[in-house]
């Protein structure tokens, strides 16, 4: 379940991708997580609004409060973009893989710095990636 969103940014430009890691750093401290676990989460997010950016050509972030069937609660960041879409997830996934001029380590960095990874993606269809990081 998720509680009414904290915000959503839209992603077309640099600045855009400041913005979205502020939304996610205002929304990480006031769910009560902890320095640790803000830090991770703004890294995560950082490097997905990069990618909705340089990757997809612009889109969306979406910042809310989620809780779930075990009564647990955190925040759940859902990027979407309408772009050429991922064709290979696994090779997307691997460590050092890039498209562009970067380390490679965006989508497999968010994943291990959160709690929970959903990648939806494929070629013309657009990429939504959502993350959770729960409050410990």
């Known amino acids: 379940m998720t509680t009414p969103a904290a915000g959503e940014v839209r992603i077309a430009s640099n600045e ?3 913005r979205a890691r502020q939304l996610v750093r205002n929304a990480a401290s ?3 997580l902890s320095l640790v676990d ?3 989460v703004i890294t995560a997010a950082s490097e997905l609004a990069r990618n909705t950016l340089v990757h997809g050509g612009g889109g969306s972030v979406q910042v809310e409060r989620t809780v779930d069937a075990r009564g647990r609660t955190g925040l759940r960041i859902v990027f979407t ?3 050429p879409g991922i064709p290979d997830i696994e090779q997307a996934m691997a460590d050092g893989w ?3 001029d970067g380390l490679g380590l965006g989508l497999s960095g968010a994943r ?3 709690d929970e990874f959903e990648l939806e993606s494929g070629p013309g269809k ?3 990636v959502a993350v ?3 409050i410990h």
């Open 38 to 40: 803000q830090t991770k």
């Open 112 to 114: 291990r710095l959160t």
């Open 98 to 100: 890039t498209t562009g």
């Open 16 to 18: 855009d991708v400041v």
């Open 81 to 83: 973009d309408d772009g």
């Open 132 to 134: 959770v990081k729960w």
């Open 126 to 128: 657009g990429t939504r």
């Open 30 to 32: 006031e769910a009560g």
